[in-house]
């Protein structure tokens, strides 16, 4: 990682206020001591099936946040997603995932990654047809 990486974090919407809050400021740290501006960070919060839970987790991290660009995933927003291929050149066989996400240089997880990328996908994806590795993630912080 370096100044010129566009940096994004998806936290899992699952996760205790707290454990999400100590994770985030673990990452922030990261970023921090890379060199990482806080305008080359967006922070997204996977979409949950407990929409109160995913608003705590929200609040939760904003602290840790600071300025930089916090965005709660929405799966219905067409023009929020973006077609990963899973193979290079395969026409069919990917998954619509979130467009912050997929044009970050550097992509970190806060917690469980399974759950994060079905938060991070489109609705129209069934969540058995989307996996950890379609995340393509850097890091991860528990």
Same mark, same amino acid.
């Given at each position: 990682?370096?100044? #010129? &990486?566009?940096? *994004?974090?998806?936290?899992?919407?699952?996760?205790?206020?707290?454990?999400? =809050?100590?994770?985030?400021?673990?990452?922030?740290?990261?970023?921090?001591?890379?060199? $990482?501006?806080?305008?080359?960070?967006?922070?997204?919060?996977? =979409?949950?099936?407990? #929409?109160?839970?995913?608003?705590? $987790?929200?609040?939760?991290?904003?602290?840790?946040?600071? !300025?930089?660009?916090? $965005?709660?995933?929405?799966?219905?927003?067409?023009?929020?997603?973006?077609?990963?291929?899973?193979?290079?050149?395969?026409?069919?066989?990917?998954?619509?995932?979130?467009?912050?996400?997929?044009? *970050?240089?550097?992509?970190?997880?806060? !917690? #469980?990654?399974?759950?994060?990328?079905? !938060?991070?996908?489109?609705?129209?994806?069934?969540?058995?047809?989307? %996996?950890?590795? &379609?995340? &393509?993630? &850097?890091?991860?912080? %528990?």
């Amino acid at each position: 990682m370096n100044s #010129d &990486d566009v940096v *994004a974090i998806a936290v899992d919407p699952t996760l205790p206020r707290r454990r999400a =809050a100590a994770a985030a400021r673990r990452a922030a740290a990261a970023l921090d001591e890379a060199g $990482i501006p806080i305008r080359r960070r967006c922070w997204i919060v996977a =979409a949950g099936v407990d #929409d109160a839970r995913t608003v705590r $987790i929200v609040a939760a991290i904003a602290d840790a946040v600071g !300025g930089a660009r916090l $965005i709660l995933h929405d799966p219905h927003e067409p023009d929020d997603l973006i077609f990963q291929r899973r193979l290079p050149g395969q026409r069919r066989g990917g998954v619509y995932l979130n467009a912050a996400w997929i044009s *970050a240089s550097v992509r970190i997880v806060i !917690g #469980d990654a399974e759950t994060v990328a079905r !938060g991070l996908c489109g609705f129209f994806n069934p969540p058995e047809s989307v %996996d950890a590795d &379609d995340l &393509d993630a &850097d890091l991860r912080f %528990d």
